[in-house]
Each structure stands twice: as structure tokens, then as C-alpha cells.
């Protein structure tokens, strides 16, 4: 599908009808809306797999490239890595 959004909120309705709820399970689902921006400060944000695969493949394309640079000490590649690496998982662990 084209022109999916990378992110949408939810719109859960919380100060207008269902203040009181405090399990999502227990929502009115009916009373729940999204939009791919952000409405309400009580908006629940959902971020796209599918852009987090495609973060996760920029990021270690864009290591192998700097592996592959003649330009790119290893000490360099290291320290680039040092701050990619921790990106990469965390990314991964949002999918987990």
C-alpha cells in the first residue's frame, strides 16, 4: 500500500467520555479514533514496523559502506559503530 504513515495516533476520547477508564481493554472502542497527527495530549502514539525495518537496514547498510570507505580508519569505524550498535538494538527490541 502507498502513502502509509510511519506513525499515528490514537485518539482515545479519555477527557471527553471515558475520563475514568484506566485499562485499555475496558475502552469504548467505538470512541476511538486515529490521525496520523497528534491531537490530544492523552493521544497514544504507534510508530510502523515496516519503518522500523527500514531504520534498522539504513543503519546497517550505512555501516557497511563506512567498513568499505578507504577513507574510514578503523578506529573511526569503531567509534561510528560504538554509537550505531546501541541504535540498532534498541530499534530491534521495539519489534521483539
Do not use: H
Not at 21 to 38: A, G, H, R, Y
Not at 48 to 60: M, T, Y
Request: aromatic share 10%; proline share 3%; with cysteine.
Amino acid at each position: 500500500m502507498k502513502n502509509t504513515p510511519q506513525k499515528i495516533y490514537l485518539q482515545l476520547g479519555l477527557k471527553e467520555y471515558q475520563e475514568t477508564c484506566e485499562d485499555f481493554k475496558e475502552l469504548n472502542s467505538s470512541l476511538i479514533s486515529w490521525c496520523s497527527d497528534k491531537i490530544y495530549e492523552d493521544d497514544l502514539e504507534f510508530i510502523s514496523v515496516n519503518f522500523i525495518f527500514a531504520r534498522i537496514k539504513e543503519l546497517i547498510e550505512s555501516k557497511e559502506k563506512l567498513k568499505n570507505n578507504p577513507m574510514c580508519s578503523k578506529a573511526e569505524y569503531k567509534a561510528i559503530c560504538k554509537n550505531i550498535n546501541p541504535l540498532i538494538n534498541e530499534l530491534k527490541n521495539l519489534i521483539k
